[in-house]
């Protein structure tokens, strides 16, 4: 198992640019996260979802989108890069049932700079 | 408010110390409480969790909380610098959502 694997490790943008930060995992997981983390903070949710074809929304959505057309995929799209979105991006995911917790695994995450 | 808080250290100390990190939190509807571990450049990894108030040990590790309070802890017993790392806590939301900690850096010095 490869786990959660994240593409590209880096990037660095343009402002008003786009790009879609990839999200795979092969862990026959249900439920996927996008969070990002910036410099000495935790991480803030930005969108998930609990199967195909069902996204919605964290704490920190604006300026991002998301699709799940696949159990295994789920990437994340910026639209109109500004500086503001410069930060660790970190997908996860879980095998999420009923009444308990199920860890998430986090990938290796992708590191965005927008100057 | 915030709705977790973290003493966010950075914290320095010699190897073999016990360690102690902290975090409070508002939401009286978190049901899970975690501690996550972060080396430098990676993704956190998932180093306890436990769902009551009181302790559970783990090795060197022991989390403690205590619901009434709205506080959780961490020890770390007979620190290595293989310790040194980020401590993140964490709580669940609906949907298993974590909500974390802005962390607390840790070095564990020879």
């Known amino acids: 198992n490869a786990g959660v694997t994240q593409t590209p490790k880096f990037r660095i943008l343009k402002i008003g640019q786009s790009m879609t930060l990839q999200c795979t995992q092969d862990m026959n997981h249900n439920y996927m996260y996008w969070y990002r983390q910036d410099p000495g903070m935790g991480l803030k949710l930005i969108y998930y979802?609990?199967?195909?074809?069902?996204?919605d929304k964290g704490e920190v959505p604006n300026g991002y989108n998301v699709s799940r057309s696949t159990t295994e995929d789920f990437p994340l799209r910026l639209e109109l890069a500004a500086p503001s979105q410069t930060s660790v991006y970190f997908c996860?995911?879980?095998?999420?049932?009923?009444?308990?917790?199920?860890?998430?695994?986090f990938g290796p995450g992708t590191r965005l700079t927008v100057l | 408010q915030k709705e977790v808080e973290q003493d966010p250290g950075p914290l320095s100390v010699p190897e073999g110390a016990i360690v102690s990190l902290n975090c409070t939190y508002s939401n009286s509807a978190f049901q899970y409480f975690m501690w996550y571990r972060q080396y430098s450049r990676k993704g956190p990894e998932l180093l306890m969790y436990?769902?009551?108030?009181g302790n559970k040990e783990d090795g060197r590790f022991t989390a403690q909380v205590d619901k009434s309070s709205k506080y959780i802890s961490l020890f770390i017993r007979d620190s290595q610098p293989s310790d040194s790392a980020t401590y993140l806590c964490a709580f669940i939301q609906g949907a298993q959502k974590l909500v974390f900690g802005q962390g607390t850096r840790l070095t564990i010095n020879p």
């Open positions: 996860a995911s879980t095998k999420a049932g009923s009444g308990h917790y199920n860890e998430q695994f």
């Open positions: 436990t769902y009551s108030s």
């Open positions: 979802s609990v199967g195909a074809g069902i996204t």
